[in-house]
């Protein structure tokens, strides 16, 4: 896989994580093993686990832990999945349920194999959720099946609280970053989850190689499909064989793409240097579905 750079750059002091608070973070894992279960925040090594843990709130990752995709960012593994789990959804909602989260968080690996991409273990797993824990919100972080509307649809229609889709990058840099995604169709998903009146979010990495500019006019055409959510974090190479960083993005820079990115119209936007997709969408939920 093609690099952007192979230099090694020192981590700034403003990366420093926080120690965990151990007993939570430890239940949180007995209860993620226990119920054979995957979340992004191990597959993707988030770098904000251990926060999330010890707060007691993660996200699920639903439909295996075996992409269809190879994205030069990711630390998901690549290949053919074996099998499609059924029981699945049981065991996330049963784990929401535990756990008794206000907002739960569920995203997916590609499953490019699958007729419908994987909609129907989302709507699955949503159904699953509402029914044994009512009170909890949902948000759902989906791939682009393809363009399929009619997938969309089937996810759309089991009625999550918020969709998110993951636009990650300028379009520069899609051949590198997401060879086997586009920019435009991207969009598109956005667009056609807020035609059918979903509360919409995105969010994309910076220091990877991309330009402030090129991060503004990615903010523009958000808001241009009428997004409501933005998320802006670094991104952070997980191992040797990802792409490289470009540079680590001074904490300023994330304050003035929040300026910008507000300015334009985004009801919310979560921007910095350890932000992920899911970094405090507990909070982000009730501040936007309250206005």
Known sequence: MQQLKTRRLRQPEWLKIKIPNKRTYFNLKNLVDDQQLHTVCQEARCPNMSECWSRGTATFMILGDTCTRSCGFCAIKTGRPEFLDTDEPRRVAAAVADMKLRHAVITSVNRDELKDGGASIFAA??????????????????????????????????????????????????????????????????????????????????????????????????????????????????????????????????????????????RHVESGPLVRSSYHADEQVGEVLTE
């Open 125 to 266: 797993t949503i159904q699953a959720i509402k029914k044994v824990r009512p009170q909890c919100s949902v948000e759902v972080l989906i791939p682009d099946f393809r363009g399929d509307e009619n997938a969309l649809k089937i996810v759309i229609d089991a009625r999550p609280e918020i969709l998110n889709h993951n636009i990650e990058t300028v379009p520069r840099l899609y051949h590198i970053v997401r060879p086997q995604a586009k920019y435009r169709r991207t969009l598109d998903v956005l667009q056609n989850a807020k035609n059918f009146s979903m509360t919409t979010k995105s969010g994309l990495m910076v220091g990877i190689g991309e330009k402030t500019e090129e991060v503004e006019q990615v903010l523009r055409d958000l808001r241009a499909h009428e997004v409501d959510i933005v998320t802006i974090g670094q991104y952070m190479q997980p191992t040797i064989g990802h792409l490289s960083i470009d540079r680590y993005v001074h904490p300023d820079e994330f304050v003035h793409y929040k300026r910008f990115g507000l300015d334009l119209g985004f």
